[in-house]
């Protein structure tokens, strides 16, 4: 059907045959476009079908309203699909979110007498049981290695109080042989043991083949802890320092694996901790009359800090400065420093064992950053 044998009437979509067929007359179709369709009828002849124009206005409206009403049914059809969808889609969404909430509580139980911060702390530490895990499984496979290998392992804790060592030395070992691991926290020196020479009473605590060993605090008591209180003379303090280099590294050249970690807690987050010691009564065992004075004795602490991250770091025996704010973070950087100090067998490669240097923070840094500031 050609559209130029035709010409439009006063009804747009109405249009009538140009020429008059002999027998027939003229013709009247509809030809229009709905919802990006197009439609086509003829809706007869003059002659044929005595169909008048006023006929033919007729019977195009009611074609029109055919398709248009077929259309808006099929919309609302459509509408009432996605209706049907959503709604289905909600309630499988509700569904499970109901399942969800209701696992949730059967774990938690009465939690809304709990505090949300001492429940959230708590959720947050089974997360963070659970990173570790992969790394204590290497430990115990390092520990293996030393055995079968009898090589002996001396790891130092040092840093100020309240800075994580004991936390991080408990999950360390956590699940280490405690056949062949042994934790040392000397206390104050017996008369004997002052009139002995210095590093005498920790000797006798070195490992044996097979065997690591954990100081939390060691002979660098020396360093820092003694001179500030005054538990050794100016003369003892400088004899340490000048010797205890030479010292190490026999031990490293007789075999010994010697790491040093160096815990370095903010003066701000200190202070938190040990408010938190004193406010919680499971705590409050930990805090003691010097821990009183760390805080007024910050500077103090820090300048012997300086001189013995500065002197008594060496190329056999570095010191390894673990930031401890983030105590999680810290113990996961320590457990990477000491798995990377020995190439035992069964390492597992898909581990992450590289230094986080937020956490991870080499003397050289860390010097620097005392130099700009006292805060660690």
Partial sequence: MNLGDFEKTNISGLYISKENHPEFGNKYIARFQHDKKRYVKVLGYTNKDNLTRKDAIELFKEFKDSIVSKSEVKIEERVEEKKLLIKDKDNEILKTLKEENDFLKSILGNYEKLNPHVLSEGIQKIYDLEALKKYQIELIK?????????????????????????????????????????????????????????LQRYITHFPTGGEVVLFDRSWYNRAMVEPIFGFCTHEEHEIFMEDVVNFEQDLVRQGMVLIKLYFSVSKEEQKRRFERRIEDPLRQWKFSEVDMQAQDLWDEFSEKKYEMLRRTTSRSAPWHIVRSDDKHKARLEAMKIILNSVDYDGRNYSLDFDANEEINISVQKELLQMRKSKDY
Avoid: C
């Fill in 142 to 198: 390092l520990q293996n290695y030393l055995e079968k290998e009898n090589k002996r392992m001396i790891i130092i804790f040092e840093g100020r109080d309240a800075s994580g060592k004991g936390g991080a030395i408990r999950r360390i070992t956590r699940y280490m042989n405690n056949k062949h691991y042994r934790v040392v926290a000397l206390g104050k020196p017996t008369e004997t043991q002052k009139n002995q020479w210095f």
